[in-house]
């Protein structure tokens, strides 16, 4: 347990800030393509008021998103709002609003656009909370009700349907998982428990053409830790076994075909496709997770490897594409659960037997050479989870820009940078100049307006 006076996940990059800000006709260095309309949305803990720095997590801070508004070449705002959780709402002397106090109402790791309108989400049971257009908290809830349980921090849309495919887990549903369909109107479609032998973290999940895959890996809810007062009491769990559930999409529990893999965790899978019988899967793979480092992700490199499920003899391949440490990997949303080339990650640092997350650099796998190139933006600078934006519906996968946020900790600046997914390593075509810092966080997406 962290038993330290000080804390990673409260300095440096990772320090919360004390104030929300709204910035209009931001300064633009570079040429913003015109063809970027629409919000950029980026969500993260950022504690509000004073933490024990020797019982923090990273994963419980309140959640705040951080949001820029972009049309005909121009920035035309940026905001960052605390989500109005009940703790949030208590100590800004605010009126609570609907939903708040219910369990897990930090909604502090992903902020997505979903019927025209935006949601923040986290895990573990943590229920949604929507957002206006301007970032202001309206409500918590599960889609307008239609869920019994919880949500999720990573749904997976599939591009041709339109359906957000989720698995959800809940310390107080031990024995299973649940498997939800979330449809573009964003109520429910499809919801069934997916048996597990014992109440594991599950972070995320694949799609592929046919399937949801669902990872069952032995990082799971601690009672002793629990009844101790741990705030976050998932622990590595090496009697636990790792395994990979293969279900068709829409499917019951029965129809899963589970593959075992060496013990590991993943927060984050870069993509899965169908390839025949087979179904492949590239991760962003952790040789363990909250073992002796309990305040946050620190416990080995995460590096890029493939795995491949032969459906028809029930057996699993383990390949490490590359040792390069990376996390927050990313493709193109019109390709998930479909054949990507491109896939951009975060690049960490290791030194001294500790994890920096993220450092100032970049990293895009091209799966047709297996190349990879590394875009770095220079000493002094935090660089964090990018994402893709075409420049049209049907524009090639590298025809179109990576987004990302930028930070500069030591002069407390930040910036939006905009790089021509051709040639990512030549520098950005605009930097969006934001008066502000904004803190290493989790995930975020590029919300186009509706048209």
């Known amino acids: 347990m962290t038993d330290t006076a000080t804390n990673r996940f409260l300095s440096g990059p990772y320090a919360p800030v004390t104030t929300e800000e709204t910035a209009v006709d931001l300064r633009v260095t570079g040429t913003l393509p015109p063809e970027l309309d629409g919000r950029y949305l980026r969500n993260g803990p950022n504690p509000i008021g004073e933490v024990d720095p020797a019982t923090y997590h990273w994963f419980l801070g309140d959640g705040m998103v951080h949001g820029l508004r972009l049309r005909d070449g121009k920035a035309d705002w940026y905001r960052n709002r605390w989500v109005r959780g009940a703790a949030v709402a208590d100590a800004l002397g605010e009126e609570r609003v609907p939903g708040a106090g219910s369990f897990g109402d930090t909604a502090n790791t992903n902020v997505i656009g979903l019927a025209g309108r935006t949601f923040a989400i986290v895990e573990a049971g943590g229920p949604p909370a929507e957002l206006t257009d301007e970032l202001d908290t309206v409500c918590f809830g599960t889609f307008d009700g239609t869920f019994p349980n919880g949500f999720t921090a990573h749904p997976k849309k599939d591009p041709v349907t339109g359906d957000l495919h989720a698995v959800n887990y809940y310390w107080a549903r031990p024995d299973v998982v649940e498997y939800l369909v979330v ?199 935090t660089a964090g989870e990018a994402v893709f934006v075409p420049r049209h519906q049907t524009a090639a996968e590298d025809d179109g820009w990576y987004l990302t946020l930028v930070t500069d900790v030591a002069h407390g600046t930040s910036e939006l940078v905009v790089l021509d997914a051709s040639a990512p390593t030549e520098g950005p075509v605009a930097r969006v100049h934001i008066p502000a810092r904004i803190p290493l966080g989790f995930h975020g997406n590029w919300v186009p307006t509706a048209r």
């Open 183 to 381: 449809g573009p109107d964003a109520t429910m479609r499809h919801r069934v428990d997916v048996p597990v032998p014992g109440n594991p973290m599950v972070h995320d999940c694949s799609i592929t053409e046919t399937s949801v895959v669902i990872y069952d890996l032995p990082v799971t809810f601690n009672l002793d830790d629990a009844m101790g007062g741990a705030r976050f009491p998932y622990a590595w769990d090496p009697g636990y076994g790792a395994r990979v559930g293969i279900m068709p999409l829409y499917g019951s529990p029965e129809q899963v075909q589970w593959f075992e893999v060496e013990p590991c965790y993943v927060f984050h899978p870069v993509n899965a496709f169908d390839d025949g019988d087979t179904v492949v899967i590239d991760v962003a793979r952790h040789p363990r997770m909250f073992d002796k480092v309990r305040n946050g992700p620190d416990e080995g490199v995460p590096e890029l490897w493939r795995w491949t499920f032969d459906r028809t003899s029930g057996k699993a391949h383990e390949e490490q594409l590359d040792d390069h440490p990376v996390e927050f990997p990313r493709v193109d949303e019109r390709l998930v659960g479909r054949r990507h080339r491109y896939a951009l990650t975060a690049g960490l640092g290791y030194t001294d037997d500790e994890l920096a997350w993220p450092t100032s650099t970049l990293v895009r796998y091209d799966r047709a050479n297996g190349g990879r190139e590394i875009i770095d933006f220079g000493p002094g600078q």
